[in-house]
């Protein structure tokens, strides 16, 4: 089992920037990959952002190439999405979740198992 807590959230402007956290706990020895994903009202969940348990491979979704960077410092059980140049159409609940064992494609949503609660991130025009 892998335990997760999203943090950072928060109300910014259009063109701010935010750095999400997501601390991680329990069946973390194995480096397990993960994810950002995000859901807005009335839209699918999607996913933001992944990145392989060593850290040396990352997946990221069309909207927010370019803007959006995921890292991981494994010795602290942490991963972060870095989130730039902001816009409106970014807000949403963002979660993160962590790989089921030896799952390792990155853009499946069948690879993810464990997810936490979630942090909202709003932003205004």
């Known amino acids: 089992q892998v335990q997760l807590v999203e943090s950072g959230g928060g109300l910014v402007q259009a063109g701010d920037s935010l750095r999400l956290s997501c601390a991680a706990s329990g069946r973390t020895f194995s480096n397990p990959a993960m994810g950002w994903f995000r859901q807005a009202p009335g839209k699918e969940r999607e996913l933001v952002a992944a990145?392989?348990?060593?850290?040396?491979?990352?997946y990221y979704g069309d909207s927010v190439k370019g803007r959006f960077t995921i890292s991981r410092d494994n010795a602290k059980n942490t991963v972060y999405l870095q989130m730039n140049s902001l816009k409106p159409d970014d807000t949403a609940i963002y979660h993160c979740?962590?790989?089921?064992?030896?799952?390792?494609?990155?853009?499946?949503?069948?690879?993810?198992?464990?997810w936490g609660q979630g942090t909202q991130v709003t932003v205004s025009s």
């Open positions: 979740a962590a790989a089921r064992l030896g799952a390792v494609v990155l853009n499946n949503v069948g690879t993810y198992a464990y």
């Open positions: 990145i392989a348990g060593s850290g040396t491979r990352t």
